[in-house]
């Protein structure tokens, strides 16, 4: 296999796994609008 | 009343801290190994009117001194008048009964605390930080429970209904603490009350002892 193909498959590889890791990032510490309450 | 804690550890000591703040309360001790230079340790159980414990010991050591018990365990049949289920989950399903009442169906009821590392396959976002988790379902329960594993010290208890999703997230000793003592304003004169039963007396009195409660929308 040409390098140039190498390169571009563990780029396309890259680019999924950060997109995968920035969702699971932003699941994680979604800083969501939680507003204070009275239960009573 | 007059208020018995078993103790087994130091961290029992803080029910009894935030029992000595109720105005119904005119003692406080308790029984079990802790020391304290605040709480008054007494060595046999006699004389107290409630005898409370985060485990189900209250109900033989009420019903050897004839008083009410009031514990995080649940049980169908007691032998004293007794509050059980005060508990995270307890606290959860009473904001769950709560949000019924006022007409909202709730559709699931999430519990995280610390423990054991483990996950499960259903998704819950709880408030931040304790946040996104995976937990289980918890079987045989009136509605739909999932419960995670918290990140080390917090706890967060998470009721969603149509159109709404209502959460408590605090240091875990402290919630498991004010899920408990808020027990206090059901003590009946017979028979067992959950804390779920009478979730507004229950709700209010949690939330005068520090409990705080989020909405989102």
């Known amino acids: ?40 | 009343m007059k208020v018995l804690v078993l103790a087994d550890h130091d961290r029992d000591l803080r029910i009894a801290h935030v029992m000595r703040s109720e105005p119904s309360v005119e003692r406080v001790a308790f029984l079990g190994p802790p020391s304290s230079s605040v709480i008054e340790r007494v060595e046999t159980p006699a004389g107290f009117d409630l005898v409370v414990s985060p485990g189900p010991q209250a109900f033989a050591v009420a019903a050897e001194i004839g008083a009410a018990a009031l514990s995080a365990a649940e049980i169908d049949v007691s032998p004293v008048p007794a509050v059980v289920g005060a508990s995270l989950l307890g606290l959860g399903l009473a904001m769950a009964a709560r949000l019924e009442s006022q007409g909202t169906a709730v559709t699931r009821v999430a519990v995280a605390r610390p423990g054991p590392n483990g996950s499960g396959p259903i998704k819950v976002g709880f408030p931040p930080p304790v946040g996104g988790l995976s937990g289980v379902e918890l079987l045989e329960l009136p509605v739909k429970v999932v419960e995670a594993t918290a990140p080390p010290g917090w706890a967060s208890v998470l009721v969603e209904g149509n159109g709404t999703r209502q959460a408590v997230v605090d240091d875990h000793l402290f919630l498991s603490t004010i899920a408990l003592a808020a027990g206090i304003a059901l003590v009946p004169p017979a028979g067992i009350v959950r804390v779920w039963d009478s979730p507004q007396i229950y709700l209010a009195r949690a939330e005068a002892m520090g409990l705080v409660a989020a909405i989102r929308p």
């Open chain 1, 1 to 40: 296999m040409k390098p140039l193909p190498i390169i571009i498959a563990v780029g396309a590889l890259t680019a999924v796994f950060a997109t995968l890791l920035q969702k699971r990032i932003k699941e994680n510490t979604a800083t969501e609008a939680w507003e204070p309450v009275s239960l009573s």
